[in-house]
C-alpha cells in the first residue's frame, strides 16, 4: 500500500507540474499576441499622428519579440500540431515586422500620404489576421490540453478513492482472517501446551517406572539425567551423578578425543550400539557386569547419547541354569536312552532268545525311535554350542577316506530299510585334511540321511570324495524330488523342513542342515546344494587340504592386524606370534591404508568396525589404487558375512568372533598359500639337535630352512646361496660363531645375522648382530617373529 501511495503522490506531481506548464504555455502564447497588438498599436498611431513618441509600443514590442518567442518555444512540445503552429507564428511574426518596417520606411521618405497608400494595400492586415488565427488555434489547443490533463486528474483521483476504498475492505478482511488465526493459533498452542504437558508426563511416568537403568549423556560425556532403576544399579542418587563424566560408572568411550569420537559415532549414526557383559562400577566400588543399548538424541546442542542398562547378573545366572539344565537334560536323558537302545539292540540280536516276528519288528521300530530321540538332543545341544560360539572341534591331520567309511556305515541301516544303494566314490590315494573327524562324520552322516530321506525306494544315492589342490569335496547326489524354490532360501536357517511333493512332511529337527554348515565354516569350507536338469539334488561341502602340508608349501608371512578393540588386537597378535608370523596393530581405517601401502604384507585381518569408518574402506581404498598388491583379506567380525562379499577384490575368508585360534591359522595358511608367495632362506646354523628340531617347528611354512652344524657346512652352503637371513650360534664345534659374524658383515652387502646363543654375547657381538636372542624354549616365537621382521626390513625374500 505504501509503495501503491508512493507511485500515485508521484503521479499526481507529474500531473501538477503538466497543468501548470499548460497555464504556463497559455500565459506566453497571450503574452506574445499582446505583444504583436502592441507593436501594431504604436506602428498605426505614429503613422496617423507623424509623432515619433507613438513609436515607443513599436520599439519595446520588436525588442522583446524574440525572447518572447523563445519562452514559448521551451513550452512548446518537440513534435504535433503546436510546434507546427509556433513555426507558422514565428514566420508570420517576422513577415509583420517586415512589413510594418516598410510602411515606416515609405513614411520617412515619402510622406504620410505614400504610407497611407501603401497601408490601404492591406497586407499588413492579413498579416496580423493570420497571427491572430495562429495565436487563437494555439490557445485552444492549451485550454483543450488543460481540460484533459484536468479531467485525468479527476479520473485518477477517483479510481485511487476506489482503490483506497477496496484497500481497506481488504485489510479489514485480511485483519479479520489475521485475528481468526491468530485465535486459532492460540487456542492450538494451548491445546499443544496440554499435550505436550501429558505426553512429558507419560514419559517422566516410563523414564521413572521402567526397570532397565536410563542415562542420557551430553555431548561432552557428562551425565544429564538419571532414572530411579539407574540410582538403584550403580547406587548414586541423581544429584550425586549430575554433570559427572559417564566414566564415573560406566567407561563406554576410553582414549582421547572427543566423546562422541570415542563412543563410535559416525555421521550421526553409532558404531555400536550393544555392549553386553560390560563393566560398570558401583558408588561402592564394586565392579557389575552389565548389558548396555546405546541410542542418539539429537538436540540443538549436539546429539546427545542415551544409554538403557541392565544389571547383567540375572541373566548371567539364567544363561547358567539354562546351561546347566541342558547339561542335566543332556546327562539324564542320554544315559537312561543309551541303556534302552543297548538293550533293543540286544533283543533284537536274540540275546535274550528269538522273537517272535512281530515282537522282532515293534523291537526295530522301538531302536530306530531311541537313535532319533538321540540325534535329537545331539542336534540340539550342537545348536545351543554355535549360538554361544562354543562348539568345541578337536582338529588332527585326518584320511578324508575315514570319514566316508564311517558315515556310510552309520546310514546303512537306514539305507537298507527303504531299500537305497549307497554309492561311494573314493580316490585309492590318502586325501589328507586338519579336521576334526567326528564332527566331519556328522556332517556326511547329515547329507547321507536327508538323501536317503528324500529318495524313492530303490534308488541309488552317490557318496563322492573329489580330491583339490586347495580343497577337498565330498558331495551327495540323490535321485529325489530337488530343493523347493521357494525353500532354498531358508534351506540353512535352523528349524527349516521342507516336505515331499505330496506335502507330507519328512521326521526330523530342522537342524542338521544349520548344523552342518556351521562345522563346515568352521573348517575353512563352504557348504551348497543344486538341483539337477535330470533331477535330484547335489549337497557339497569343502575342507582346506591339511594344514601341515599348507605350511610346507608357504613362506615366511607378516600379517596387518586391523582392529579397533586393542585387547583384541593384542590376543589375534599373540596367538601370531605364537605360531611364528610377525604382525602390525591398526586401529583406523587410515592407518590401515598407510601400513599397506608401506609394507609387503602377506595378508590383512580386518575388523569391519574401526575407529575411524568402516573396515570395508580398507578393502576399497587399496583395491582403488593400483600401486599397491591388494593381499589376501580375512575378514574377522561378530556379524554374519554379506552375500556380496565374495565379489570383494582380495577376500579370502570370514571368521566369526568369537573364533577357534586353530581356525584362525588354518585360513590365514590358506590365503597365504593362496597368494602364492615366495619363501624365504633362513641358514640356522647350530650344533645342538633339539635346538634345530625346534627351531624347525617354529619356522615351518615361514622360509626355506638350511641346516648346518659346523663352521665348515655353514661355509660350504654360503658359497653356493646366498640366505636371507642367519641364525647364528656362537658355540660351535669348529670354533666361534664370531668369526663367521664377522665374515658375513663385510663388504658391501652384508648379510643380516641372528644371533642365537646361550653363551655370553660381548658387546662386539652385539654390535655387529642385526638382533640378539638367549636360548630358551619360550624365546622360539620371539625368534620366528624377529626373523621375519628382519628379512622385512631388508626388503623380503631376494
Same mark, same amino acid.
Given at each position: ?29 497571450? #503574452? ?5 497588438? !502592441? ?15 507613438? @513609436? ?73 489576421? !493570420? ?12 485550454? +483543450? ?86 540410582? #538403584? ?8 551423578? @549430575? ?7 560406566? !567407561?563406554?568411550?576410553? =582414549? ?66 539354562? !546351561? +546347566? ?73 585326518? &584320511? ?16 537298507? #530299510? ?19 573327524? +567326528? ?60 516336505? #515331499? ?44 587340504? +591339511? ?36 604382525? &602390525? ?61 565374495? &565379489? ?89 660363531? =664370531? ?55 631388508? =626388503?623380503?625374500?631376494?
Amino acid at each position: 500500500m505504501a509503495l501503491w501511495l508512493g507511485k500515485e503522490s508521484h503521479h499526481a506531481e507529474t500531473a501538477r507540474r503538466e497543468l501548470s506548464r499548460s497555464f504556463e504555455y497559455q500565459r506566453e502564447v497571450e #503574452r506574445l499576441a499582446s505583444l504583436m497588438k !502592441d507593436a501594431e498599436t504604436g506602428q498605426r498611431g505614429y503613422l496617423i499622428a507623424g509623432d515619433p513618441a507613438f @513609436l515607443q509600443p513599436y520599439e519595446e514590442a520588436r525588442a522583446g519579440v524574440d525572447e518572447q518567442i523563445v519562452r514559448v518555444d521551451q513550452l512548446t512540445p518537440a513534435n504535433g500540431p503546436q510546434r507546427a503552429d509556433l513555426t507558422l507564428l514565428k514566420q508570420l511574426i517576422a513577415a509583420k515586422f517586415t512589413e510594418m518596417q516598410a510602411l515606416l520606411d515609405v513614411h520617412h521618405r515619402a510622406g504620410a500620404e505614400a504610407a497611407a497608400v501603401r497601408l490601404r494595400q492591406g497586407l499588413g492586415k492579413r498579416l496580423m489576421d !493570420d497571427i491572430r488565427r495562429v495565436v487563437d488555434r494555439m490557445d485552444r489547443r492549451g485550454v +483543450d490540453h488543460v481540460e484533459a490533463a484536468r479531467q485525468r486528474e479527476t479520473d485518477r483521483r477517483a479510481r485511487n478513492a476506489a482503490t483506497i476504498w477496496w484497500a481497506i475492505a481488504l485489510i479489514a478482511i485480511a485483519a479479520a482472517i489475521a485475528g481468526f488465526l491468530m485465535g486459532r493459533s492460540a487456542r492450538l498452542r494451548s491445546q499443544l501446551a496440554i499435550e505436550n504437558e501429558e505426553q512429558a508426563a507419560r514419559r517422566r511416568a516410563v523414564f521413572d517406572a521402567v526397570t532397565d537403568g536410563l542415562i542420557t549423556v551430553n555431548p561432552s560425556g557428562s551425565i544429564e539425567k538419571v532414572n530411579p532403576a539407574g540410582e #538403584r544399579i550403580f547406587g548414586y542418587s541423581t544429584d550425586a551423578l @549430575l554433570r559427572r563424566d559417564i566414566s564415573t560408572i560406566i !567407561d563406554i568411550a576410553p =582414549g582421547e578425543g572427543s566423546f562422541l569420537e570415542r563412543v563410535g559415532l559416525r555421521d550421526g549414526e553409532l558404531q555400536k550400539t550393544e555392549l553386553l557383559d560390560f563393566p560398570g562400577h558401583t558408588a561402592e566400588g564394586e565392579n557389575i557386569s552389565l548389558d548396555i543399548v546405546m541410542g542418539t538424541m539429537p538436540l540443538p546442542d549436539g546429539v546427545h547419547i542415551v544409554l538403557a542398562v541392565r544389571d547383567a547378573t540375572a541373566r548371567k545366572e539364567i544363561d547358567r541354569l539354562k !546351561d +546347566d539344565f541342558i547339561s542335566t537334560v543332556s546327562h539324564e536323558l542320554r544315559t537312561p536312552l543309551t541303556s534302552v537302545v543297548g538293550s533293543l539292540g540286544l533283543l533284537r540280536s536274540g540275546a535274550a532268545g528269538q522273537l517272535p516276528v512281530e515282537a522282532q519288528r515293534l523291537a526295530e521300530i522301538a531302536e530306530t525311535n531311541s537313535q532319533r530321540l538321540i540325534r535329537l538332543i545331539n542336534d540340539i545341544l550342537d545348536i545351543d554350542q554355535i549360538r554361544k560360539g562354543r562348539m568345541a572341534f578337536d582338529y588332527a591331520v585326518i &584320511d578324508l577316506r575315514d570319514v566316508m567309511t564311517k558315515a556310510v556305515d552309520a546310514m546303512q541301516g537306514l539305507a537298507d #530299510r527303504r531299500e537305497i544303494q549307497i554309492e561311494a566314490q573314493v580316490p585309492s590315494n590318502p586325501v589328507m585334511a586338519c579336521a576334526d573327524a +567326528d564332527r566331519l562324520v556328522q556332517v556326511a552322516s547329515n547329507l547321507l540321511s536327508n538323501a536317503i530321506k528324500f529318495s524313492p525306494e530303490g534308488s541309488v544315492v552317490r557318496f563322492e570324495l573329489h580330491e583339490g589342490q586347495e580343497d577337498h569335496v565330498i558331495q551327495v547326489t540323490d535321485q529325489g524330488p530337488g530343493i523347493d524354490p521357494d525353500f532354498a532360501s531358508s534351506i540353512f536357517s535352523r528349524f527349516a523342513q521342507s516336505a #515331499r511333493p505330496n506335502r507330507q512332511m519328512i521326521a526330523g529337527t530342522g537342524l542338521g542342515l544349520a548344523i552342518s554348515r556351521e562345522i563346515v565354516r568352521s573348517h575353512g569350507g563352504e557348504i551348497s546344494f543344486e538341483n539337477r536338469r535330470e533331477g535330484g539334488a547335489r549337497f557339497a561341502f569343502s575342507i582346506p587340504r +591339511d594344514s601341515a602340508y599348507a605350511a610346507n608349501v608357504n613362506g615366511s608371512a607378516r600379517l596387518l592386524i586391523c582392529e579397533d578393540d586393542h585387547d583384541a588386537g593384542r590376543t589375534i597378535q599373540s596367538i601370531l606370534t605364537a605360531h611364528g608370523y610377525a604382525s &602390525d596393530l591398526v586401529t583406523t581405517v587410515r592407518d590401515a591404508i598407510a601400513h599397506a601401502r608401506a609394507h609387503p604384507y602377506n595378508a590383512i585381518l580386518l575388523d569391519l568396525t574401526l575407529a575411524d569408518a568402516d573396515g570395508m574402506d580398507v578393502m576399497r581404498g587399496l583395491r582403488s589404487d593400483g600401486s599397491v598388491r591388494t593381499p589376501p583379506v580375512i575378514v574377522i567380525s561378530g556379524l554374519a558375512p554379506p552375500t556380496d562379499l565374495d &565379489d570383494m577384490n582380495g577376500y579370502a575368508g570370514w571368521l566369526q568372533k568369537p573364533f577357534d585360534p586353530p581356525r584362525l591359522i588354518q585360513l590365514i595358511q590358506r590365503a597365504i598359500r593362496r597368494s602364492d608367495q615366495r619363501k624365504a632362506v633362513i641358514l640356522h646354523i647350530d650344533d645342538d639337535d633339539d635346538t634345530r628340531e625346534l627351531f624347525s617347528a617354529a619356522l615351518a611354512g615361514r622360509g626355506l630352512l638350511l641346516s648346518a652344524t659346523s663352521l665348515a657346512t655353514a661355509r660350504m652352503i654360503l658359497a653356493e646361496r646366498r640366505p636371507d637371513v642367519i641364525v647364528l650360534d656362537l658355540g660351535l664345534p669348529d670354533g666361534s660363531g =664370531g668369526s663367521l659374524l664377522a665374515e658375513v658383515k663385510e663388504g658391501d652387502n652384508p648379510l643380516p645375522v641372528v644371533v642365537y646363543s646361550a653363551q655370553e654375547i660381548d658387546e662386539a657381538t652385539r654390535r655387529l648382530a642385526d638382533a640378539v636372542l638367549v636360548k630358551s624354549r619360550r624365546a622360539l616365537p620371539k625368534l620366528a617373529s624377529t626373523i621375519l621382521d628382519i628379512v622385512d626390513r631388508h =626388503g623380503g625374500p631376494q
